[in-house]
């Protein structure tokens, strides 16, 4: 089965671009049919999106006592809320994917240091950018002020980024193969595409050879986002629009690559190639 994705092309300078699968119909920000979207050229150039699951520091809790930790008015730690309007323009353009799932995925944990420090074990400080996808893309979070201190977490490897309430963030992504790629991302279990509930099938952004692209936050139409702050638990979106805060905390990306990858590869291949 193809999976056909609307490319979104940035109007000034970078590109991106949001995916529609064949099987989901495309929906505007009021839930009415739209085509998708993609972010605007002048800016700088996610296993199920969807974290299932608790987060580490919940796996202690008994299962009959999670309802009054998710509900707890006071529960700490960092999300996500709906941030200030950003510019952002996006086109259209046709994306097909190679396979209906991705070609890796991956997640950024976040937190204050403080909840940092009681999710994780002997966290150690790394580079800010990791690559992921099998070395096909490298990504990072950035605050306004540059990439934020990031963790590896001692014999888990899970990788973590500590924040400030009421700091702006931003997820910054860098295509390192030499074709288009689209990539899906999500925030506290939700697509930044639509602010709705994350998953696979759904348009992502398409970033091409080796650029670098920008996701400030969730798409409110065709020229903006929201972009993303870090809030209290109960002042995050997720709870905010849904009453649901299971899935703070955490960022994933999935990259899916272009069935007409291999094609594009072979057009630059070179006779006489110098040794890397």
């Not at 996006?90 to 944990?109: H, M």
């Not at 700091?167 to 295509?175: A, D, Q």
């Not at 990539?183 to 970033?207: E, F, H, N, P, Q």
Request: proline share 4%.
């Amino acid at each position: 089965m193809k999976f056909r994705s609307t490319w979104l092309l940035s109007l000034l300078g970078g590109f991106a671009l949001i995916l529609n699968s064949c099987t989901v119909s495309p929906t505007d920000y009021s839930g009415s049919p739209q085509n998708a979207i993609a972010p605007s050229h002048s800016e700088a150039e996610a296993k199920s999106i969807i974290t299932g699951g608790l987060r580490s520091g919940d796996s202690a809790i008994q299962s009959d006592s999670i309802d009054a930790v998710l509900k707890n008015p006071n529960r700490p730690g960092l999300a996500t809320g709906w941030g200030d309007s950003v510019h952002s323009n996006v086109v259209e353009q046709d994306f097909v994917r190679a396979s209906k799932g991705p070609a890796g995925t991956d997640a950024i944990y976040y937190n204050d240091s403080d909840g940092m420090k009681a999710m994780t074990t002997r966290p150690e400080s790394v580079k800010p950018l990791q690559r992921a996808a099998g070395g096909l893309v490298e990504w990072g979070i950035k605050g306004p002020h540059g990439f934020l201190p990031a963790y590896k977490e001692y014999g888990w490897g899970r990788r973590f980024v500590t924040g400030k309430k009421g700091s702006s963030y931003s997820i910054e992504i860098k295509n390192r193969s030499e074709s288009t790629i689209e990539v899906v991302a999500s925030v506290d279990g939700l697509d930044v595409m639509d602010g709705k509930t994350a998953s696979y099938a759904k348009r992502g952004y398409l970033i091409g050879p080796h650029r670098t692209f920008t996701i400030d936050g969730f798409r409110t139409s065709d020229s903006s986002v929201a972009s993303f702050q870090f809030s209290s638990v109960m002042g995050s979106y997720a709870n905010q629009r849904y009453g649901n805060t299971r899935n703070v905390g955490v960022i994933g990306l999935a990259v899916f690559t272009s069935k007409h990858g291999d094609a594009q590869l072979r057009n630059n291949a070179r006779a006489f190639a110098q040794a890397p």
